[in-house]
């Protein structure tokens, strides 16, 4: 018996900060949540370390970042698309 896993990837949507770096860009992903005692909605932001072979991505480009296997220790998402 071959039994099949199947594994959601986080996706995350956010403007890419950085590119300094070989082969990697610093993706800022913003959320926007509810508070679940105050009820109030909190902006959130948060930088991810994502592959990016090539430097395609350039700052200020809205970019999809995709969860992958650990490329390095800071590096765990890969970018999946660059949306102009």
């Known amino acids: 018996m071959t039994a099949e896993i199947q594994t959601k990837k986080k996706t995350f949507t956010g403007i890419v900060a950085s590119d300094k770096m ?3 860009a610093v993706v800022v992903v913003e959320r926007y949540t509810k508070h679940p005692k105050y009820q109030k909605f909190i902006q959130s932001r948060k ?4 592959h990016d072979v090539g430097n395609t991505a ?3 480009d ?3 970042i995709e969860e992958t296997r650990p ?3 800071h590096k765990t998402f ?3 698309e660059i949306m102009k």
């Open 71 to 73: 490329i390095s220790r």
């Open 62 to 64: 809205k970019v999809v």
């Open 78 to 80: 890969k970018i999946k």
């Open 58 to 60: 350039k700052v200020g």
């Open 47 to 50: 930088r991810y370390k994502a």
């Open 22 to 24: 070989k082969d990697t």
